[in-house]
């Protein structure tokens, strides 16, 4: 099965300052990645997500990049802000599986004033 | 649109007991699932229906139930509830296989 991991639990990032979140999966198969956030007592949302055939996308602030040689894919946040302390979490699945989503364990990005 | 609704928000039980959990989404999504997020192990998925009417296994079903009667409603069941289903409780829903899915606010679940 595969399994879909964050290499450090908690992450402390100065205001202003760009954070970048890792994750690391072993299905070499699977062709869609996610990144949510999710808050203290509300449930995971949706910030950017990311297909096999490409190696980057960008949002608003965020840029996920993938490296399917090495199975790695991560999450930029530029100039990151109070309201960016949360836990955030990666998510793979392959075309066609329908819902199932392999979530990573979380970590949270603490934001220093 | 109100999104994923889930109830109820807490809900303490003893061990033994049955109880369902409540989710609907108003934005004609086919596809909703049931995870459980548990502290250190991120969101693990129970069941999942991709259609009224069709439903299907998760990463961890045992000691759950689900049916899915309209494309609205996706209750949870659990029929006799154990210290280890003790955690918060997430529906999802999304419209197809690779769109963006919506989670619910949870439910926080004590079993005693």
């Known amino acids: 099965g595969e399994s879909v991991g964050l290499h450090l639990p908690t992450l402390s990032v100065q205001e202003g300052d760009n954070s970048i979140i890792n994750c690391a999966y072993s299905n070499s198969a699977s062709d869609y990645f996610i990144w949510y956030k999710q808050e203290s007592g509300k449930g995971p949302q949706f910030i950017i997500d990311?297909?096999?055939?490409?190696d980057k996308r960008q949002g608003q602030r965020v840029t996920v990049l993938l490296n399917k040689t090495v199975k790695h894919l991560s999450l930029q946040i530029a100039a990151t802000q109070p309201g960016d302390s949360a836990v955030y979490f990666c998510?793979?699945?392959?075309?066609?599986?329908?819902?199932?989503?392999?979530f990573g364990k979380g970590i949270t990005l603490s934001v220093r004033p | 649109n109100a999104g994923v609704t889930q109830t109820p928000k807490f809900q303490v039980l003893k061990t033994g007991q049955s109880m369902t959990l409540q989710c609907a989404q108003d934005m004609n999504h086919e596809y909703m699932s049931w995870y459980r997020q548990d502290p250190g192990m991120g969101l693990r998925l129970i069941h999942y229906?991709?259609?009224?009417?069709?439903?299907d296994q998760g990463e961890v079903p045992n000691g759950y139930n689900v049916s899915r009667s309209t494309t609205e409603d996706f209750p949870l069941r659990l029929l006799s509830a154990a210290p280890s289903q003790t955690s918060v409780y997430f529906c999802?829903?999304?419209?197809?296989?690779?769109?963006?899915?919506?989670f619910g606010p949870g439910t926080r679940l004590t079993v005693l």
């Open positions: 998510a793979g699945t392959k075309t066609g599986a329908n819902s199932k989503l392999t």
């Open positions: 999802a829903s999304k419209q197809g296989d690779l769109d963006t899915q919506y």
């Open positions: 990311i297909r096999s055939n490409m």
């Open positions: 229906s991709v259609g009224a009417g069709i439903t």
